[in-house]
């Protein structure tokens, strides 16, 4: 419905480049306040779990991803219909890979 609240809440997903990598994230929030976890791969490389924690202030989402082996990323999106959000991962060194994430 239009006049619904936009919702982060629930299981999204981003399947990025061609080497295969993924993130599956489930999200709750209260407040505008988010947490979560997930799992992600990259290509053949590595395989394994996350935490997420963060904000959402409709329609933007922002969240610090903490990866198993320490490493943090920031995911910063954009909702933009119930189904789908657009967005990009910065590590602390600037770097930046662009995704798109939608619920499974």
Do not use: C
């Not at 994230?25 to 976890?37: F, H, M």
């Not at 996350?50 to 922002?62: D, S």
């Not at 943090?72 to 991962?89: D, F, H, K, S, W």
Request: aromatic content about 4%; overall charge negative; proline content about 5%.
């Amino acid at each position: 419905m239009p006049n619904e609240p936009a919702t982060i809440d629930g299981a999204w997903h981003a399947y990025s480049d061609g080497m295969g990598s993924t993130l599956s994230l489930s999200l709750a929030s209260e407040a505008g306040a988010v947490t979560g976890s997930g799992t992600y791969t990259r290509g053949t490389l590595s395989t394994g779990t996350l935490r997420a924690a963060g904000q959402f202030r409709a329609p933007t989402l922002t969240l610090e991803l903490t990866y198993d082996h320490g490493e943090r990323v920031v995911l910063t999106a954009t909702l933009t219909g119930p189904e789908r959000m657009t967005g990009q991962l910065t590590d602390k060194s600037g770097s930046v890979v662009k995704l798109e994430l939608a619920r499974p």
